[in-house]
Each structure stands twice: as structure tokens, then as C-alpha cells.
Nanobody, 128 residues
Framework: QVQLVESGGGSVQAGGSLRLSCAAS????????MGWFRQAPGKEREGVAV???????????DYADFVKGRFTISQSSAEQTLILQMNSLKPEDTAMYYC??????????????????WGQGTQVTVSS
């Protein structure tokens, strides 16, 4: 059974940085797509950044437009850890951030409905 545990959330001022980590238990990386999603109060959960597989041992990163140039997603297969480096944070980035995973090829990697394994989330608060 794959489990995901997020860490690294916190409170920062606008313009600051945070680094989120997602530790996976159970062998997860081969054939899996993984990503970060977020949900602000009163809003739907939305895709932030993902690393997805094409089913042929190649992996690609995709980002929501609102984080391009500010956030970077990476993974360490040896450590089974997914990282989200968040720079130039804005108050509108305030949300609960979730790590998610799914096995196989997915046509819309930033679509939250394609993922079936979720972590508990870590809160990110950005003040102005």
C-alpha cells in the first residue's frame, strides 16, 4: 500500500520561499505520475505541478500557469521523495498543499481526478 506524507509547509511573507517534501512509502516511482495540488478555503483543489510518465520510462514536468517561473518540482527516486521548491511566494499561494500519485499514463496530468493516492496535506500561508 503506497502512502504519502508531506512536510515543509509554514508561514512566510510575500516574496519568500518554501520547500515542500513528499515522502513515499512503498515502491512508487516506476510507472507512476506524482504531483502537487493545492486547495484554498472555499475553492476547488487544483493542480500545481506534476511529474508524469509517458509509459516508456520517460518523465516530464508540467506546471500550472500561475506558478510557472516560480515553482520547481523534482524527485529523488533513491530517497522516494517528491520536492516542490516555491519561490517568490504570493498571498494567493496560501492553501493546503497535497501530494498525490497515480499509476500509469494520464492524458491530463494536472487533473486532480486522475490521482488515487493522496497525502494528508501541509499548510502554506503567505502574508502580504
Amino acid at each position: 500500500q503506497v502512502q504519502l506524507v508531506e512536510s515543509g509547509g509554514g508561514s512566510v511573507q510575500a516574496g519568500g520561499s518554501l520547500r515542500l517534501s513528499c515522502a513515499a512509502s512503498g515502491y512508487i516511482y516506476s510507472g507512476y505520475s506524482m504531483g502537487w495540488f493545492r486547495q484554498a478555503p472555499g475553492k476547488e483543489r487544483e493542480g500545481v505541478a506534476v511529474i508524469y510518465t509517458d509509459g516508456r520510462n520517460s518523465y516530464y514536468a508540467d506546471y500550472a500557469d500561475f506558478v510557472k517561473g516560480r515553482f520547481t518540482i523534482s524527485q529523488s527516486s533513491a530517497e522516494q521523495t517528491l520536492i516542490l521548491q516555491m519561490n517568490s511566494l504570493k498571498p494567493e499561494d496560501t492553501a493546503m498543499y497535497y501530494c498525490a500519485a497515480t499509476r500509469g499514463v494520464i492524458a491530463t496530468p494536472l487533473n486532480r481526478n486522475k490521482y488515487n493516492v493522496w497525502g494528508q496535506g501541509t499548510q502554506v500561508t503567505v502574508s502580504s
